[in-house]
C-alpha cells in the first residue's frame, strides 16, 4: 500500500514543473539525479557511453525534454539530437537514440511534429543510426505510433516503444509483429485508469512476458525492457525453448539501475542497451523512476553520500 502511495505522489510530482524548477534551485537537490541520468552535457553523456561500450554494454542517448508548446523549443531539442547522432557516429559508438515526440512539438500537431524530426531523420539516414520513438501517457499512445508509421513509410529505421499496462498493446504488438517491426517492450510509467490500463504487478508483468514473446516468434528483435529478474527469466526460458538465440533480441535497463544485473546478462551472453538520458530538464524523468520503484529512493541517499556502486 505504502509503494502505490509512493507512485501515485512521485507521478503527481513528474508533472508539476513548478516545483521542479523551485527543487531544481537548491544545490542538494542538483545533485540528486545523477544516479540516473549521466549528466546535464552531451560531452558527459558520450563518456557515459563510452564507458558502457567498455563493458560490452550498448547504449540508446536520451536528450531530457518534453512536453514543448513552441516550435523554437522544439527545434532547438531536434538539434540536440543531431548533435547527439552525429558525435555518435564520428566516435563510432555504439548507440542509437530514443526521442519523445512531445519534446519535438506534437502538441503543435502531428504535421508539425513531423517537420521538427525531419533533420533527425535526414542524420540517422546519413549515418545509420536506429532512432527509437518512445512512448508518453495514453493521450499521445495512437498518435505516436501513427507518426511511426509515417515515418517508416518514408524509409526510415525507426521503431515504436509498446507499453506493456495498457490494454489496447496486444493488439498494436500484434500489428507491428506482423511487419517485423523493432519495438520496445516497457511496462510503462505514467498514470492511467483501470478503464485502459492494468494496475497490478502481476496482470502487467504477465502482459510483458506475452508481449515479449510475440515479438520474438515474428522475428521482430524486441527490446525487452525490464529489470523484474523474474520477468527476464520467463523471456530467457522461452526463447531457449523455442530455439531463439540471444542476437534475436536485447535486454534493456536504465543508466544507474540494476548494474549487478547488467554485467550479469553480459557475461551470460546477452546482448544489452542501456538507455542513457542527459541534459537539464531532468525532472519528469527522475520521478517517474522513483515511481516505477520507490525503493530507488535509497539509490539516491547513497549516491549523495558518495556510493556510486
Given at each position: 500500500m505504502l509503494a502505490g502511495a509512493l507512485r501515485v505522489f512521485f507521478i503527481w510530482l513528474s508533472d508539476r514543473r513548478f516545483l521542479g524548477?523551485?527543487?531544481m534551485a537548491t544545490p542538494l537537490v542538483r545533485r540528486m539525479p545523477f544516479r540516473f541520468v549521466a549528466g546535464t552535457t552531451l560531452h558527459q553523456a558520450v563518456a557515459a557511453v563510452r564507458a558502457l561500450n567498455t563493458t560490452g554494454a550498448s547504449a540508446t542517448l536520451?536528450?531530457?525534454?518534453?512536453s514543448v508548446d513552441d516550435r523554437a523549443s522544439a527545434?532547438?531539442?531536434a538539434a540536440a539530437y543531431v548533435a547527439a547522432i552525429e558525435r555518435i557516429a564520428a566516435e563510432g559508438?555504439?548507440?542509437n537514440v530514443s526521442v519523445k515526440l512531445t519534446g519535438m512539438g506534437l502538441d503543435l500537431?502531428?504535421?508539425?511534429c513531423l517537420a521538427v524530426v525531419a533533420p533527425i531523420m535526414e542524420a540517422s539516414d546519413r549515418h545509420g543510426i536506429f532512432v527509437r520513438i518512445d512512448m508518453e501517457g495514453s493521450a499521445y499512445t495512437q498518435r505516436t505510433l501513427d507518426?511511426?508509421?509515417r515515418l517508416r513509410a518514408g524509409g526510415h529505421d525507426v521503431g515504436p516503444v509498446i507499453q506493456s499496462y495498457l490494454h489496447r498493446s496486444v493488439a498494436?504488438?500484434?500489428?507491428?509483429a506482423v511487419e517485423r517491426v523493432r519495438t520496445r517492450i516497457c511496462k510503462g510509467a505514467y498514470a492511467e485508469p483501470p478503464e485502459i490500463a492494468h494496475q497490478d504487478r502481476g496482470p502487467i508483468g504477465d502482459a510483458f512476458v506475452e508481449l515479449v514473446c510475440r515479438l520474438l516468434e515474428a522475428d521482430a528483435y524486441p527490446g525487452v525492457a525490464t529489470h523484474d529478474t523474474d520477468m527476464i527469466d520467463r523471456v530467457k526460458a522461452f526463447a531457449t525453448e523455442r530455439g531463439i538465440g540471444p542476437d534475436r533480441y536485447e535486454f534493456q535497463m536504465l543508466y544507474g539501475i540494476r548494474r549487478d544485473l547488467q554485467r550479469q546478462l553480459l557475461a551470460e551472453g546477452h546482448r544489452l542497451r542501456v538507455y542513457v538520458p542527459f541534459g537539464t530538464e531532468w525532472w519528469p524523468y527522475f520521478m517517474r523512476r522513483l515511481a516505477e520503484r520507490p525503493a530507488n529512493v535509497v539509490f539516491v541517499?547513497?549516491?549523495l553520500v558518495g556510493d556510486r556502486g
Open positions: 524548477r523551485m527543487a536520451d536528450v531530457l525534454g518534453e527545434d532547438r531539442a559508438l555504439d548507440a500537431g502531428d504535421e508539425e507518426i511511426v508509421e498494436d504488438v500484434e500489428r507491428l541517499l547513497r549516491s
